[in-house]
DNA sequence: TTATCTTTAGACAATATTTGTCAAGTCAAT
DNA sequence: ATTGACTTGACAAATATTGTCTAAAGATAA
């Protein structure tokens, strides 16, 4: 899954915007931003709030997507995984 | 949040073993075990059913805990981790 | 108190994982 | 066939994690 990344490149292209021009207003290389859309690299915490400036989003809803794409990522291939979801979100409450 | 190391210091103290004795079983330097019942380290994943065996608990019931503080991780200090879990248990599902 | 045993702390080393870069590649449209 | 947009793969760089060693702290009994 790349909920994160999914999610940009629909906002990317509903706004007309290239790889390279994005990229730039976000100071990092186009490659980079590429494997960032299609999942193969996760984006810096800290570039979350500059994405969501500029493509005119809410932050908070990145940040979940990020959240969430980091989540996968602990429990992927886990058998478990549901039960320990269950168990933190009752512990965290 | 420290889940799994909780539990272990538990297990162990209940079993009357000391830290050099579980560590010798498990073959890991003492200070780190005694790390990772504090929380200072993380278990690796591979380690986890070699202490259930050792302990004589559960495997599962370990691995939630020790997938517990994995997620703990990755949320921590996160506004807006609950929304993350809803989310992604929502689409895991 | 001192001697001993268990556990912890801290600095550092060793490993592993993640992120970033570059150059070359594909693919579509012209 | 050239150009422009995007992707890929190998590698480098940067970060993060895990492990080790030594000394210190804490407890307890002699």
Chains 1, 2 share one sequence.
Not at 30 to 40: Q, V
Not at 48 to 70: F, H
Request: glycine share 4%; net charge negative; hydrophobic share 40%.
């Amino acid at each position: 899954m790349n909920y994160l990344g999914t999610r940009l490149r629909e906002l990317r292209e509903e706004q007309g915007l290239l790889l390279r021009q994005l990229a730039a207003q976000l100071e990092i290389d186009t490659a980079l931003l590429s494997k960032i859309e299609r999942g193969d690299r996760r984006a810096q915490r800290e570039l979350v709030p500059n994405i969501s400036s500029i493509l005119k989003v809410k932050e908070d809803e990145l940040i979940v997507l990020w959240l969430a794409d980091k989540l996968e990522d602990v429990i992927e291939n886990e058998p478990l995984a549901d039960k320990a979801l269950d168990f933190i979100k009752k512990e965290t409450k």
